[in-house]
Each structure stands twice: as structure tokens, then as C-alpha cells.
């Protein structure tokens, strides 16, 4: 069987759901494709003082609950079958968190680890520029993602407003979120993605008497989804037994430390030669014998090749579309529990939600008030999504696609179709 791309494999997913809960067909027709799909290509000046050319996206794939909401990646991958698919995710993802927004992505084709940190603001102004109205903050509102950070969306608010009239400039502070705390920020939302996946593990481990304080963990990626999870967990009392990134993979019998694994990977740019864990490869590492294993890392990490190799309990997905449609037949057939992307990282989006919020009110929240507010949407959409996989009798990842579908059905029957 060919190998099904990244978009694809949304589709077939989509299908699946669509089909077992009987979606309105005209309905269907609606949420299986994007609503707008922009291209940019834009010039740069580099540092040396020759131009280079970049091309840059922004999918919007819904909006009837809200405006459009989603990341910013910079990576070589990114094209717009990959931007595609995250669009579509995130649709599903804000409709089963129960939050007002729709679904889009965005990025550039690219490696930021090859330009410098002027370049890399060049870029993200000139991009930002290029994508004029197709963004706005009651329109569509990026967010950091792979390769992105406070930064960068500090950059793209700054030539956002410098676009708008000088009385307008501060009525659009939420163009973007995941801000640093001083130009608008929300305090959680660093950890925000990584505090919702140790959120979702918890109802999961209450719901199977699990307990957490004695449990092993393994993660891949170690950016700030992976890392942050990797730190959370530890507070809990788990072992971290592993972790990979782009450098390569280290494992350590008797655990590693995260916080102390955090401040070398800050210094030297990765996990490869952590003095405390020994180097091993890919294969070894998916194979490791752990209870919980987070992939935080790209997509299409578990498939049919490298689904055989886990022996875990549950997979608890960080990344967006870590596990292909061919491994998650695997998982189901090894009994393996899955807590799906669409949930279990939707901790970024729900607390980009808070500091949009906070921005139209003025309002400043403190961390007690953002992690309740996080707990409590989170954990409701975990229930949701546990209760109708119960009740289609159906696994998680359907199950969890059909609690999304289920609230913009009723949104499009109560709303109609203009005219």
C-alpha cells in the first residue's frame, strides 16, 4: 500500500468519523476542504547584502465558530500539503476544546538555524507584511509552533500595528498570541502545550488507577512541547527513561533528569553528548519499555514500520499527526491506549485563547487563575472525547473527530448556508 501523505491521512481520518456518525452530507462537503489557501513569495536582504527569496503560507480552513486560529512553523518541510493538514487539525481540535475559534496554519519553507538573528527578523517582518489582511486579530490569528517562539510573534505584532493607522495600533495587540509577557503575553502559555498533555495523562491515569508517581515515561523532541512535558511529569514523581530531538537519541536506566537536561540542551543546542545518559539509536529508542511515551516531535513518527517497536501503555501525542493511519491499526491491535493530538495538545491553543482574551479586555490573569482555567476546558474535553468513545464503541482518535464534527454540524444546521 502506498504510503499516505500528511493531508491524506487527515482525509482518511476525517472519513472514518464522518462515515460512523452519519455526518450531514452537505455538511461534510463543507469541513473536507480548506476555505482559503494563501501563498507568499517574498524577498529578503541578508546580512552579506544579496536578496534571497522565501515562500511562505497561511491555510484557513474554518471559521463558523470563530475566527481562525493557529501556528507559525519555520522548517524545510513545511509545503502546503503539510500546511494543509495542521489547518484542518486545528478546526478540530479549538471545536473540541468547546473554545471560539476556527482552524488555520501557516509557515515558511525553511531552516532557521541557517540565517542569522537579524535575518531571522527580516523574514518574519517581511512575511508578516506579505501576508497583510489575511490576518488579523478578530480575522486570523497565528501563534508560535515549530521553530517559533515569544520572539517572533513579538516581531509580527510590532509590523502588524506599524501596517494599521496610528488610533488602531492598539486595538489589535491580539493579531497574534504567544507574545512575551512584557508586549501583551499571557504567564502559562510557554508551558501551556506541555501542561495540558500532563493534564490529560492525569484524568487518564484516575480514570485506569494508574498511578503516576510510579510510572516510566520516554519523550520525543525535546523543544518546548517535550521538554516542559518531560519537566511537568517529573513534579508527578515519573522516570524519564529517554529522549530524542533532531541531534540524536540518549537513555539513562535509572532516569534522567529533566530540568538538568533542559539547561545543557539550552547551551548546546541539543541532547546529543548529555554527560548523564548514554547515545542510542532511533530504533532503540522507540523501542524502550516505559508505561507512557510522548512524541512531541514531527509528524508521521509512528507508522506501520515503527508502530511493532513500542512497548508502552499508553502514547500520549504532543506533536500534530505523530501517528499515520497504518500505525494507528498497530496501536489498536497491541492494545496500545492513545491519547490523540487533537486533545491531548490543545493545552497552546486553549491558553492563546486566554491571552487573546486578555488582550480585548485589558485584563492581566496570574498562573492560578490560567492553569484552572486550562484544567477545567481541558479535562471537559477529555471526558467528552472518553465518553464517546464509549458510546460509538469506537477508538479515541474517531472518537475525538466525532465530538469536533458533532459541534460545527450543529453550528452549520442552526446557522444555514448564506444566502
Known amino acids: 500500500m502506498a504510503k499516505l501523505g500528511v493531508y491524506e491521512n487527515v482525509v482518511a481520518q476525517f472519513d472514518a468519523a464522518a462515515e460512523l456518525m452519519n455526518l450531514d452530507p452537505e455538511i461534510r462537503k463543507i469541513l473536507s476542504t480548506t476555505i482559503n489557501e494563501v501563498i507568499v513569495h517574498f524577498p529578503v536582504v541578508m546580512d552579506d547584502g544579496h536578496v534571497q527569496m522565501f515562500t511562505g503560507y497561511r491555510v484557513q480552513h474554518n471559521n463558523v465558530v470563530g475566527p481562525f486560529k493557529g501556528g507559525l512553523r519555520y522548517h524545510p518541510a513545511v509545503d502546503i500539503d503539510e500546511v494543509r493538514a495542521l489547518a484542518t487539525w486545528m478546526t478540530w481540535k479549538t471545536a473540541i476544546a468547546g473554545i471560539p475559534f476556527g482552524g488555520a496554519k501557516g509557515g515558511i519553507q525553511m531552516n532557521p538555524r541557517e540565517y542569522s538573528l537579524a535575518e531571522l527578523e527580516r523574514i518574519t517582518r517581511r512575511f508578516t507584511f506579505a501576508l497583510g489582511n489575511n490576518i ?231 498562573l492560578a487563575e490560567v492553569d484552572s482555567k486550562l484544567h477545567k476546558i481541558i479535562v471537559g474535553g477529555y471526558r467528552r472525547v472518553r465518553d464517546t468513545a464509549r458510546e460509538y464503541q469506537t477508538d479515541w482518535r474517531t472518537a475525538a473527530y466525532i465530538v469536533a464534527l458533532r459541534r460545527l454540524e450543529t453550528v452549520y444546521k442552526e446557522r444555514g448556508i448564506f444566502p
Open 136 to 366: 488579523g486579530p478578530e480575522w486570523d490569528i497565528p501563534a508560535p509552533d515549530v521553530n517559533t517562539n515569544a520572539q517572533i510573534m513579538a516581531w509580527m505584532l510590532d509590523t502588524y500595528q506599524q501596517m494599521m493607522p496610528p488610533l488602531e495600533r492598539n486595538r489589535s495587540s491580539h493579531v497574534v498570541t504567544g507574545k512575551p509577557i512584557e508586549a501583551g503575553g499571557s504567564v502559562g502559555r510557554d508551558k501551556a502545550t506541555g501542561q495540558g498533555i500532563v493534564y490529560v495523562i492525569e484524568a487518564w491515569a484516575k480514570d485506569h488507577d494508574f498511578d503516576l508517581a510510579q510510572s516510566t515515561y520516554f519523550v520525543q523532541g525535546f523543544g518546548n512541547v517535550g521538554s516542559w512535558t518531560a519537566r511537568l511529569l517529573k513534579s508527578y514523581g515519573a522516570t524519564l527513561l529517554a529522549v530524542e530531538d533532531h541531534t540524536g537519541a540518549i537513555a539513562k536506566p535509572g532516569g534522567i533528569d529533566a530540568d538538568d537536561l533542559v539547561r545543557y540542551v539550552r547551551q548546546s543546542g541539543g541532547v546529543q553528548g548529555y554527560p548523564h545518559g548514554a547515545a542510542i539509536d532511533h530504533q532503540t529508542f522507540l523501542s524502550t519499555k516505559a508505561d507512557i511515551f510522548v512524541p512531541a516531535a514531527l509528524e508521521n513518527q509512528i507508522t506501520a514500520e515503527t508502530a511493532p517497536w513500542l512497548d508502552v501503555m499508553l502514547v500520549a501525542e504532543g506533536a500534530n499527526g505523530p501517528t499515520n493511519v497504518a500505525g494507528d491499526a498497530v496501536l489498536l491491535e497491541k492494545n496500545i491506549q492513545l491519547l490523540p493530538d487533537v486533545l491531548c495538545n490543545s493545552g497552546g491553543v486553549i491558553v492563546s485563547y486566554f491571552e487573546w482574551l486578555q488582550n480585548k479586555r485589558s485584563e492581566f490573569w496570574d
